[in-house]
Antibody
Framework: EVQLVESGGDLVQPGGSLRLSCAASGFTFSTSWMNWVRQAPGRGLEWVAN????????YYVDSVRGRFTISRDNAQNSLYLQMNSLRAEDTAVYYCARAGVSGPGINYHWGQGTLVAVSS | EIVMTQSPATLSVSPGERATLSCRASQSVSSNLAWYQQKPGQAPRLLIY???TRATGIPARFSGSGSGTEFTLTISSLQSEDFAVYYCQQYTNWSPITFGQGTRLDIK
């Protein structure tokens, strides 16, 4: 069974930093593109970033580019999102999602999410 | 950026009836279109990809159609567990991948 378990969400002040983790199991992590998707309270889904299997390609939504960094450790079956210079508008539940082998477009499996709250 | 627009925002349907949800792309996404279901307090779940291919374990009452810029998700006979929010998502462009704003399917 595919499992994705996010952690690292917390209450942080504006301008602060946070590192989210996603522990993957039940599939061959190193063969899948991975995505981070977020959902602000009461709002819809917003794609944040994705990363290729070997980390050689990474893409970001404009609103986080330069502030967030996606990375992965295939030996540890883990996905990460380093979030710097956090803003109130980054407040959301952050989901990691397993995508396919050939591209990041289809989110086959999702974790339960971790809540990031940015507030003073 | 490809903008995805879903309609209606809210749809009220009685159990056992058919529900039809629409999704429009601001430019052609070919068949690179997925649908997700999200229930309160839960993560989204993949229903349809490639515009019409059901994901593993998805009941046959869910069907997708369309290509280019116009897409439809049809639920043929609504069950109680189908009342949720539904999102479409394009993946022709990988950056950004974009979602529609969602359609809430309510019990009438």
């Amino acid at each position: 069974e595919v499992q994705l378990v996010e952690s690292g969400g917390d209450l942080v002040q504006p301008g602060g930093s946070l590192r989210l983790s996603c522990a993957a199991s039940g599939f061959t992590f190193s063969t899948s593109w991975m995505n981070w998707v977020r959902q602000a309270p009461g709002r819809g889904l917003e794609w944040v970033a994705n990363i290729k299997q070997d980390g050689s390609e990474k893409y970001y939504v404009d609103s986080v580019r330069g502030r967030f960094t996606i990375s992965r450790d295939n030996a540890q079956n883990s996905l990460y999102l380093q979030m710097n210079s956090l803003r109130a508008e980054d407040t959301a539940v952050y989901y990691c999602a397993r995508a396919g082998v050939s591209g990041p477009g289809i989110n086959y499996h999702w974790g339960q999410g971790t809540l990031v709250a940015v507030s003073s | 950026e490809i903008v995805m627009t879903q309609s209606p925002a809210t749809l009220s349907v009685s159990p056992g009836e058919r529900a039809t949800l629409s999704c429009r792309a601001s430019q052609s996404v070919s068949s690179n279109l997925a649908w997700y279901q999200q229930k309160p307090g839960q993560a989204p779940r993949l229903l349809i990809y490639g515009a019409f291919t059901r994901a593993t374990g998805i009941p046959a009452r869910f069907s997708g159609s369309g290509s280019g810029t116009e897409f439809t998700l049809t639920i043929s006979s609504l069950q109680s567990e189908d009342f949720a929010v539904y999102y479409c998502q394009q993946y022709t462009n990988w950056s950004p991948i974009t979602f529609g704003q969602g359609t809430r399917l309510d019990i009438k």
